[in-house]
């Protein structure tokens, strides 16, 4: 009953703070699974280069947590920090650059130095050279040393860190991002949705960042992308001649906008954790 309230309350807010075209959100989920699990984060703080102190304070840590875990709540999944550590050493991690190692070698490197085992690790850092809002390890919940992600505070239009947080926490369980870079392109009308995007048939087609050619221009294309205030206007058509609406209040959607998962990711998220070693931890 409680975690039914909790959820009311939590989407009245969610749909009251923006006026998202919502499909398929987190209200309706009468029938998810409960996991009943609350995760024991460790989490690491860079500390800035001038004064070496950790760019946020413990307070800053435990209220983001506390307000990412309500995108968790309707399948009974919350995280708190059980550890806080200052990586007081090497005041580099602040802002990771992209030389004279690249990028991906630093953040490697880093997780190998500091994270633990058989844990959800996060760092909290201030920008990644050329990787914008973070990074979140896909199904690094199935493993026993890769359950790791990276949050920037600078670097994503996210509107708070909390969403962000959510975002790569849904890598984490593998979900992929809606507008997914590493597959074709879904179709608005969904037919491909198994096979397309991010193989999760409940959330709309997402041309995001997408080259989308022209039928009349040969050789001319438009970006996927947005208007202001979450409204979504884009004159890219797909290959059937429809008009992409994406769902911009998607967690796993690059949209500033997020509000929540769908019911589909729900169970995604159950079945991957399901699946994995940590469930045995
Ligand atoms: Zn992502």
Known sequence: MKQFIQLIVFSLLCFSALQVHAQDLHRKNGDLP???????????????????????????????????????????VSFTACEIQIIENNYSY???????????????????????????????????????????????????????????????PDLKDSQNLAHQIGHLFGLYDTFNDNADLELVDGSNCQTAGDFICDTPADPYGKMIPVPSEPGVF???????????????????????QPDMGNIMSAYPCKCGFTRQQYFKMVEVYNNSEFKNY
């Not at 438009?222 to 992409?244: A, T």
């Open 34 to 76: 409960c996991l009943n699990k609350n995760f024991n984060l460790v989490v690491h703080i860079a500390v800035d280069s001038l004064n070496r102190d950790p760019i946020v304070a413990e307070a800053f840590v435990n209220k983001m947590l506390i307000e990412t875990s309500e995108y968790f709540s309707p399948i009974c």
């Open 94 to 156: 602040a802002n990771l650059q992209d030389s004279p190692i690249s990028v991906e070698e630093r953040v490697e490197k880093m997780e190998v130095l500091f994270s633990k085992e058989r844990r959800i690790n996060l760092f909290i850092v201030d920008s990644i050279q050329n990787v914008d809002c973070g990074i979140g390890q896909f199904e690094g919940i199935t493993t026993r040393d890769d359950a790791n992600m990276v949050i920037e505070l600078f670097n994503c």
């Open 222 to 244: 438009l970006v996927g992308n947005y208007e202001s205030n979450c409204e979504f206007i884009f004159n890219g058509q797909d290959e059937n001649g429809e008009y992409w």
